[in-house]
Each structure stands twice: as structure tokens, then as C-alpha cells.
């Protein structure tokens, strides 16, 4: 089997380190008013933390995951499915949404949305006659987003904030927020469809500031609402924003105060920001409809930028990164390979078409050092070379089994030498993945979809992996499933 190679960490110091520092650091943390031989015992424990963290549990506080690459890296994890599946731990019932959950400290929080009016019956937003095409059909739906907060040991709700919320994002899609909240420390921030971004107190659910992207931005709403998932760095929050000259914009985490604000897109997109490092420099990487780009992430100064549009805006999927290149892909059949220089020099090595690439959609792709493995267009999963876009092989077993469907997706969770696939049907997967093929170990269908898009029912959230459990919801309920050995 190919070699799994994981991304270089960002820094040595996260901004969220004692959110993804081994629990058993961050209690040792806590022993400052307890018996010098205590916590001198504590650290010795620490000082071996390369034997005892493999061994702790991990928390899952923001979108894939802690270190925000979607690697799960927990170990002694079952090796295949149990018949019958695997043992649910409790199951609660949320509203409708994409949000995927954020584990940290003892808590599950997700956003949903409860709505009060009737999709037909809601008044269409266009002037004139509306588009023929559905999915492009905005109508004023009514209702009110949630955050909701759970007791991770046994899904007991803990609190919520709500908030009214009337949606004007296209109609087929308004089933709530999109967005995974990022938990930092005793803060929690959480961004909704129509551009609501709230920081909350993590133990109530008191909100400590927030902002309004339309009001506060002249952020016009994209077609399918607020997506980007925020990012906190040191003491910054940021957040893929919109509006002129703040398509990214940098806010004090603590105070919601601006710290810095750039780029003027066409429309702010719907990926997610990341930093990387390149060259020994961290690059904030920003896609939006019109280009690929790279920011000094303390001052938002532009280092590198390369023209990539998204058809429809769809700048869905997170960038990827292996050494100084960066992959991403999008609707239509896009995807580009994009070389990164020491001189900020940034530049399109190629780029895919219908035979040829990983034009995947609502999924970030795996890349090793050779290949880029993804859900590409209809639910096609594919094994590309990372060299030329060349395909090694396609398949749809992970997602549909046999055939095409309408906006199919899978996403790929790599945990030790094999990776868990999680479908839009509900079906979690163990698989192997290499040059030579697809392998798949075991399968079990973890929850039902619910929300019906192309003729088909489907869940599109990614789940969350901690605790050596898996977290997964639907449009009704939130469940949590044990995957340990």
C-alpha cells in the first residue's frame, strides 16, 4: 500500500494547543494548586508524551478536525464493523443543516435551524419572472438558527442560542446553517447562513460579540448562504467575509474588534481559509470566484495570487497542500495544480478536464506525495496522479455502488494506514486506498438521509471523529456511535 503522508502542521505553537494538546497535558495544566509531588509525577507522564498521546483521546473542536486536515489520529480503532453495525452511544434530535459537529471538552455543539415557514408558499425574491432552474430559485423562508450544545458523554442538551433568521439563500438548499462551529477554549464561534457570526461562551451559550456580515459589510448573499468555516490563529478569528474589500477579514477573537480586512472579489465564494506553510513562510490561503491567493496572515498583505474561476463561484472544497503545491477542484470538472515559489511567484501547472484530474465538489481531496485520491463529479471516486491529473482508476462503490447520482460526494478521513469514507447515503466505510485500487474493508449505514436534491435523499455533513467515536447528524437527529476497539 502507498505510503500516507501527512500535511506539515502549520506552527509548532497552535493557536488552539490547549484545545488539541493531549488531555493529559491539559489536566496537568490545571494541578497549580495541588502537591509539588503531584504534579511532578503529572510531568514525568507529560515528558513521555510521545507514548501516552497515541493513547489519550482526542477532541475534534473545528472543521476536520484539530490540526484542520482531516486526519482522524486516535488509535486502537476497530478494524471492521461489527455485524450489525457498531454500538450507538445516544442519539438526540436537532433541526435541519449542514453543520458538522465540533467535539471539544466534554461537549458536542452544532448549529441547526428550526423553520417556521412553507417553502412553496414563501415569497420568491426575484424581480420579474424567477429562474427556470431551481437552483438558482431564492425565496424569504422563515425561521430561527440554532446553536445547541450537548454533554458529550451521553448527548444530554446543555444549552442553546437562538436567534431569527429569515433565509434568502436559494430555496432548494435553505435547510439551515452550513457552517462547523470552531471551538477555542472557553469560546466558541459560529457563523450562519445569512452571515450571523457569534461568539459564544462555551459553558452557557452567552453570546460575547458579534457581527452581521450584511449590515456591517454590505456582504451581498451568495446563492448558497455563509459556508467558510472560520479559522482562528493566535488571537485573530478569521473569516471569509464579502462585500468591498473585505472578502477576508481578521477580527480580534477576544473583542470582535477589526484587526485587518482585503481582497475584493466577485463574490466571496464558499471555501474555507487555511494557513500553510510554504517555504518556511505561513501563507493564509483564500479561494474565491476569481482567484487562488495567498496572505501574510497578521497583516492580510497579498503574497501571491493566481486567477482560478470557480464556475458559479463553487470554491467549495478545501485547498490541499503537499510540499510548496497546492490542489484544489470544483464544479464542472475543475481542477488545478498550483505551484507556490520562494519569490511569492504563484503558478497553474495544470489543470484537469472530463478524463483527466479530481473535479470533486462539496469534499476536500486526500493527496499523497504521488496521487489525489477524491470524490470526483456524480459520485465518481477517482485516484488520480498528482504529477499530470493522469487517473489511475474510478469507482463507485464508496457512493452509489454501481451508477451516477446527482451531486454525489463521499468524504475521506485518513486514520492510520487506511481511511474512513463517509457517504451522502448515510454508509460509513473502512477502505484501503493506493495506486492500485480501491479495498474495501467494512461498511455500516450509520444514519438515514434526509434532505431530498437531485431526485435523491441525501446527508451532506461531514461528520466528526473523537473520543474513538464517530458523530454524524441528519435534517432530524444527531447521533454518536463508539468506534473504539
Same mark, same amino acid.
Given at each position: 500500500?502507498?505510503?500516507?503522508?501527512?500535511?506539515?502542521?502549520?506552527?509548532?505553537?497552535?493557536?488552539?494547543?490547549?484545545?488539541?494538546?493531549?488531555?493529559?497535558?491539559?489536566?496537568?495544566?490545571?494541578?497549580?494548586?495541588?502537591?509539588?509531588?503531584?504534579?511532578?509525577?503529572?510531568?514525568?507522564?507529560?515528558?513521555?508524551?510521545?507514548?501516552?498521546?497515541?493513547?489519550?483521546?482526542?477532541?475534534?473542536?473545528?472543521?476536520?478536525?484539530?490540526?484542520?486536515?482531516?486526519?482522524?489520529?486516535?488509535?486502537?480503532?476497530?478494524?471492521?464493523?461489527?455485524?450489525?453495525?457498531?454500538?450507538?452511544?445516544?442519539?438526540?434530535?436537532?433541526?435541519?443543516?449542514?453543520?458538522?459537529? $465540533?467535539? %471539544?471538552?466534554?461537549? *458536542?455543539?452544532?448549529?441547526?435551524? =428550526?423553520?417556521?415557514?412553507?417553502? &412553496?408558499? /414563501?415569497?420568491?425574491?426575484?424581480?420579474?419572472?424567477?429562474?427556470?432552474?431551481?437552483?438558482?430559485?431564492?425565496?424569504?423562508?422563515?425561521?430561527?438558527?440554532?446553536?445547541?450544545?450537548?454533554?458529550?458523554?451521553?448527548?444530554?442538551?446543555?444549552?442553546?442560542?437562538?436567534?431569527?433568521?429569515?433565509?434568502?439563500?436559494?430555496?432548494?438548499?435553505?435547510?439551515?446553517?452550513?457552517?462547523?462551529?470552531?471551538?477555542?477554549?472557553?469560546?466558541?464561534?459560529?457563523?450562519?447562513?445569512?452571515?450571523?457570526?457569534?461568539?459564544?461562551?462555551?459553558?452557557?451559550?452567552?453570546?460575547?460579540w458579534s457581527k452581521e456580515f450584511v449590515e456591517d459589510f454590505g456582504w451581498q448573499v451568495t446563492e448558497?448562504? $455563509?459556508? %467558510?468555516?472560520?479559522? *482562528?490563529?493566535?488571537?485573530?478569528? =478569521?473569516?471569509?467575509?464579502?462585500? &468591498?474589500? /473585505?472578502?477576508?477579514?481578521?477580527?480580534?477573537?477576544?473583542?470582535?474588534?477589526?484587526?485587518?480586512?482585503?481582497?475584493?472579489?466577485?463574490?466571496?465564494?464558499?471555501?474555507?481559509?487555511?494557513?500553510?506553510?510554504?517555504?518556511?513562510?505561513?501563507?493564509?490561503?483564500?479561494?474565491?470566484?476569481?482567484?487562488?491567493?495567498?496572505?501574510?496572515?497578521?497583516?492580510?498583505?497579498?503574497?501571491?495570487?493566481?486567477?482560478?474561476?470557480?464556475?458559479?463561484?463553487?470554491?467549495?472544497?478545501?485547498?490541499?497542500?503537499?510540499?510548496?503545491?497546492?490542489?484544489?477542484?470544483?464544479?464542472?470538472?475543475?481542477?488545478?495544480?498550483?505551484?507556490?515559489?520562494?519569490?511569492?511567484?504563484?503558478?497553474?501547472?495544470?489543470?484537469?478536464?472530463?478524463?483527466?484530474?479530481?473535479?470533486?465538489?462539496?469534499?476536500?481531496?486526500?493527496?499523497?506525495?504521488?496521487?489525489?485520491y477524491g470524490c470526483g463529479p456524480d459520485g465518481r471516486y477517482t485516484c488520480a496522479s498528482l504529477l499530470?491529473?493522469?487517473?489511475?482508476?474510478?469507482?463507485?462503490?464508496?457512493?452509489?455502488?454501481?451508477?451516477?447520482?446527482?451531486?454525489?460526494?463521499?468524504?475521506?478521513?485518513?486514520?492510520?494506514?487506511?481511511?474512513?469514507?463517509?457517504?451522502?447515503?448515510?454508509?460509513?466505510?473502512?477502505?484501503?486506498?493506493?495506486?492500485?485500487?480501491?479495498?474495501?474493508?467494512?461498511?455500516?449505514?450509520?444514519?438515514?438521509?434526509?434532505h431530498n436534491i437531485g431526485g435523491r435523499e441525501v446527508v451532506w455533513s461531514h461528520p466528526a471523529f473523537?473520543?474513538?467515536?464517530?458523530?454524524?447528524?441528519?435534517?432530524?437527529?444527531?447521533?454518536?456511535?463508539?468506534?473504539?476497539?
Amino acid at each position: 500500500m502507498e505510503k500516507i503522508e501527512l500535511p506539515k502542521r502549520l506552527s509548532v505553537l497552535h493557536p488552539c494547543f490547549l484545545i488539541h494538546a493531549p488531555k493529559t497535558v491539559r489536566s496537568v495544566m490545571k494541578l497549580q494548586t495541588r502537591r509539588p509531588t503531584l504534579i511532578f509525577a503529572c510531568l514525568l507522564l507529560v515528558g513521555c508524551s510521545g507514548c501516552i498521546s497515541s493513547a489519550s483521546a482526542d477532541d475534534w473542536p473545528q472543521w476536520l478536525g484539530p490540526m484542520r486536515d482531516g486526519v482522524w489520529r486516535e488509535d486502537n480503532i476497530i478494524e471492521e464493523f461489527p455485524t450489525g453495525g457498531p454500538e450507538m452511544r445516544w442519539e438526540v434530535a436537532v433541526g435541519g443543516g449542514y453543520s458538522g459537529p $465540533a467535539v %471539544a471538552n466534554g461537549k *458536542v455543539i452544532v448549529m441547526d435551524r =428550526i423553520a417556521s415557514g412553507c417553502l &412553496e408558499q /414563501s415569497p420568491d425574491l426575484h424581480d420579474g419572472n424567477p429562474p427556470r432552474n431551481r437552483n438558482f430559485l431564492r425565496r424569504k423562508i422563515t425561521g430561527r438558527e440554532r446553536v445547541v450544545c450537548f454533554r458529550e458523554e451521553d448527548g444530554k442538551q446543555l444549552w442553546t442560542h437562538e436567534y431569527d433568521c429569515p433565509y434568502s439563500t436559494v430555496a432548494l438548499y435553505a435547510i439551515g446553517p452550513r457552517v462547523t462551529p470552531t471551538v477555542d477554549g472557553d469560546r466558541v464561534y459560529t457563523l450562519g447562513a445569512e452571515g450571523n457570526l457569534f461568539c459564544l461562551d462555551v459553558e452557557t451559550g452567552r453570546p460575547l460579540w458579534s457581527k452581521e456580515f450584511v449590515e456591517d459589510f454590505g456582504w451581498q448573499v451568495t446563492e448558497w448562504g $455563509a459556508s %467558510a468555516h472560520p479559522l *482562528v490563529d493566535g488571537d485573530q478569528l =478569521i473569516c471569509v467575509v464579502g462585500g &468591498e474589500g /473585505s472578502t477576508v477579514v481578521a477580527f480580534d477573537k477576544y473583542s470582535g474588534e477589526e484587526i485587518w480586512r482585503n481582497l475584493d472579489a466577485r463574490q466571496s465564494g464558499y471555501c474555507p481559509p487555511v494557513i500553510y506553510e510554504i517555504h518556511e513562510q505561513r501563507h493564509l490561503v483564500i479561494w474565491h470566484s476569481d482567484a487562488l491567493v495567498g496572505l501574510n496572515p497578521a497583516t492580510g498583505e497579498i503574497r501571491w495570487q493566481v486567477p482560478i474561476q470557480a464556475t458559479f463561484a463553487m470554491t467549495i472544497g478545501m485547498p490541499r497542500i503537499i510540499g510548496n503545491r497546492l490542489f484544489v477542484m470544483s464544479f464542472n470538472r475543475q481542477s488545478h495544480l498550483v505551484e507556490i515559489t520562494k519569490d511569492h511567484h504563484a503558478e497553474v501547472i495544470w489543470s484537469g478536464a472530463a478524463k483527466s484530474g479530481v473535479g470533486g465538489v462539496m469534499n476536500a481531496p486526500w493527496l499523497t506525495s504521488d496521487h489525489i485520491y477524491g470524490c470526483g463529479p456524480d459520485g465518481r471516486y477517482t485516484c488520480a496522479s498528482l504529477l499530470d491529473g493522469e487517473h489511475r482508476w474510478e469507482t463507485y462503490q464508496p457512493t452509489t455502488g454501481k451508477r451516477p447520482a446527482s451531486w454525489g460526494t463521499a468524504f475521506t478521513i485518513p486514520q492510520g494506514d487506511r481511511f474512513f469514507i463517509a457517504n451522502d447515503l448515510g454508509d460509513l466505510i473502512i477502505a484501503k486506498l493506493s495506486p492500485k485500487g480501491y479495498e474495501e474493508v467494512s461498511r455500516a449505514h450509520l444514519i438515514d438521509p434526509t434532505h431530498n436534491i437531485g431526485g435523491r435523499e441525501v446527508v451532506w455533513s461531514h461528520p466528526a471523529f473523537a473520543n474513538r467515536s464517530v458523530y454524524l447528524r441528519n435534517d432530524k437527529h444527531l447521533r454518536c456511535f463508539s468506534l473504539e476497539k
